[in-house]
Each structure stands twice: as C-alpha cells, then as structure tokens.
C-alpha cells in the first residue's frame, strides 16, 4: 500500500501553536516533564526566527517542531546537560552578539507522523537560518534513543562507534549522521530522566562550510569518524 507524503509547511513557531506543541512533547517524551507554555513563550520572544514548526497544510496539526538557540560555545564544555544549555528551555542565555553556534534544544515529530521526511524539512529550514546568519555551526545532543537495548553490553561510547560504522541502527543518531552531523563526544547526564538514553547523548556538530576555516575542524576525535563510505558533506 503506497502512501502519500503529507504536504508540510515549515514555518516559525507563534503563540497559538504552543498547546499543540506541549501535547506533542508529552506524547514524544512520556518520561520527562512536557514543555510548558512559560518556556515557549520565553523561547519565541527571545529568538522567534529560530523556532520552526511543522505544520500538516490539510488538518493544520503541529506535526513537528524544532527550537534553537544561539550560544558562544567557549562558555560551555562537552559535558554541559540540556538544562544549562538551553537556561531550562527558557533561551535566556542566547547569545547572538558573541555566539557562533546554533544550539539546536529540540527537534521532534510526532511519533505517527516520523519516517516522512518531516525531521528533514525541519533540519533543511534550520540550516538556511544558519547560513542566512552566517554562523559557523550547528551543535546539539543527540540522544542514544536505543542505547537502553545495549547498555548490558557496551559502553555508550562502543555503542556510538558501532552506529557510526553501520553496525548498529540508532532512529536518531543514525538519522543526524544521515544529515552530516559529526560526533564530537559521548556524555552523560544530559537528559537524566530519559529511560531511552539512559541519559547519554552524543554531541554532534555540522559545519557550515561557507565560513568555516581549516581550524574549525581541527580537534575531531578521529574515533567518531564515519568509514569513507558512510561518510556525509558536513
Ligand atoms: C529524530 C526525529 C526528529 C526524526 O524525524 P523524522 O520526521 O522521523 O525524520 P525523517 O522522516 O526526515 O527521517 C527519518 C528516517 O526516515 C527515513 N524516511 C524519510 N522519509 C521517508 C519515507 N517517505 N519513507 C520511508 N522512510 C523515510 C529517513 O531516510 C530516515 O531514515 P534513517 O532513520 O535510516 O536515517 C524523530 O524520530 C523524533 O522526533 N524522535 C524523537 C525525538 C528525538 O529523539 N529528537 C532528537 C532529539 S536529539
């Protein structure tokens, strides 16, 4: 049976989406705290081009959603947790005068609506909004959604290096890499509620290679790279 690709549009995030947006966190993350309309509204008057939601142009449903914030990177490290990151989802740290990074604190879709390519519209609008600003990178943690099936077996950081080589299937990592994203650390605690990561995440970045210079991919933990025929543009 074939199935029609739903018409998404991809636009920002306005005040009368947020009741959508924090039934589709509770029905996407059943484990944590849903968003709440405080965080919303904080994140949409701080940095309202960086909000982006997926809408369903039939039915009008929020199918996805992502939100991003701009941080000067020397003023975290590897090890920051989702929390200090994003000031509690509140973006009160977001820093478009000094910071270089698109700090990517969600993306999501709507567990019936991922596999059709709405993940992807949201990545492609969000790495416009980069080059349209001119920044030098995207950085997120990506969570190890599956790492729980492994956990008995293998470190986190095995885990990552059996997804980055195609060993193992991971429904984000895989998908960020698919996208060009390259893991730059595996950490702890990041999201300590979360019963599918365990809590890990990767960090992971992709670089906007229009101003990136040499430098900027210098560092990269050679352990994280794809084998050259999985590699992606980055
Ligand atoms: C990660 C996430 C945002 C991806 O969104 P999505 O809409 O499913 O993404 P896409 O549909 O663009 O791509 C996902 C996969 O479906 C595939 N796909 C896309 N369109 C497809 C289609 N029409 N038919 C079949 N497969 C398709 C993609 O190739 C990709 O494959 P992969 O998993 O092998 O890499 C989504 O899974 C999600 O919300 N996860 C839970 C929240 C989360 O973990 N977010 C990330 C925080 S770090």
């Not at 670089?207 to 050259?228: C, L, M, S």
């Amino acid at each position: 049976m074939s199935h029609a690709p739903p018409r998404i549009v991809i636009r920002n995030t306005r005040p009368d989406d947020f009741p959508s947006i924090i039934e589709l966190s509770r029905q996407v993350y059943p484990f944590g705290p849903p968003y709440n309309a405080i965080q919303l509204a904080s994140q949409q008057r701080i940095f309202p081009e960086g909000q982006f939601v997926a809408i369903d142009a039939s039915s009008q449903h929020v199918a996805g959603m992502a939100a991003t914030l701009i941080v000067r990177w020397d003023d975290y490290d590897m090890q920051t947790n989702w929390r200090d990151f994003t000031d509690n989802g509140m973006f009160t740290n977001h820093d478009p005068v000094r910071g270089r990074t698109l700090y990517s604190a969600e993306l999501m879709v709507s567990p019936a609506r991922q596999r059709q390519g709405i993940g992807s519209r949201i990545y492609e609008a969000r790495l416009a909004l980069v080059k349209r600003l001119g920044l030098l990178r995207v950085r997120a943690g990506g969570r190890l959604r599956n790492y729980h099936r492994y956990a008995d077996r293998m470190s986190a950081e095995e885990y990552v290096i059996k997804v980055i080589r195609g060993e193992l299937h991971d429904p984000t990592l895989s998908y960020q890499l698919k996208c060009g994203y390259h893991v730059l650390a595996v950490v702890p605690n990041y999201l300590p509620k979360d019963t599918e990561s365990l809590g890990w995440v990767a960090i992971i970045e992709w670089i906007n290679g229009e101003v990136a210079k040499p430098d900027d991919y210098a560092g990269r933990d050679a352990r994280f790279d794809a084998p050259d025929e999985l590699r992606q543009q980055g």
